[in-house]
C-alpha cells in the first residue's frame, strides 16, 4: 500500500482544520441566539416560516459537529463531505437573494455580525471556503477508494462478494 505524501496530508489536514475553526466559530453565537439566527434566515425569504426556528435550532449543530468531526478525524470523510454541502448551499442561498436583489447580512456568524458586510462578500468568503473543501473532501474520497480497494484485492477470493 503507497501511503499519501506528508505534503498532501499536511495539505489536506490544515484543510480540515481551517473549515473547522470557521465552522465552529459560526455555529458558536448562532447556538447561543437561535432567535436571532431565525430572523436572519428569514431575510432570506426561501424558508417556509414554520420552518425557521427548527432551522435556526438545527443548523449551528450540524455546523458545530461537522466541525469537530474535522478537528478530530473521527467521521472526517462525512463530515468533509457534509461541510462542502452546507457551503454549497450557503451559497445557493446568497446567490439567490443577490439575484432577487434582497439586501441582507448573511447572519453566518450569528446575529451580531449584521452591518458588518454585504452578499457580495459573503459569496466570496464561501468560494474561497468551497476551494479549501474541494480539496479536502477529493483527498480524503481519493484516499478512501485507494484504502478500500486494496483492502479488497488483498482478500482471498473465496471471501470477496
Known sequence: MTRPKPAARWAERLGRWALAAVFLYASIPKIL???????DISHYDIVPEALLPLLAVTLPWIEALGALALITGFAADGASV????????FLGGLLQA???????????????????????SALLRDLAFIGIAIPVVWFRLK????DGLEDTASEPAATRP
Open 143 to 146: 484516499w478512501r477508494a485507494r
Open 82 to 89: 457534509l461541510i462542502l454541502l452546507l457551503l454549497l448551499t
Open 98 to 120: 443577490w439575484v432577487r436583489g434582497i439586501d441582507l447580512e448573511c447572519g453566518c456568524f450569528g446575529h451580531k455580525d449584521a452591518g458588518t458586510g454585504n452578499v457580495l
Open 33 to 39: 441566539d437561535p432567535a436571532g439566527f431565525a430572523v
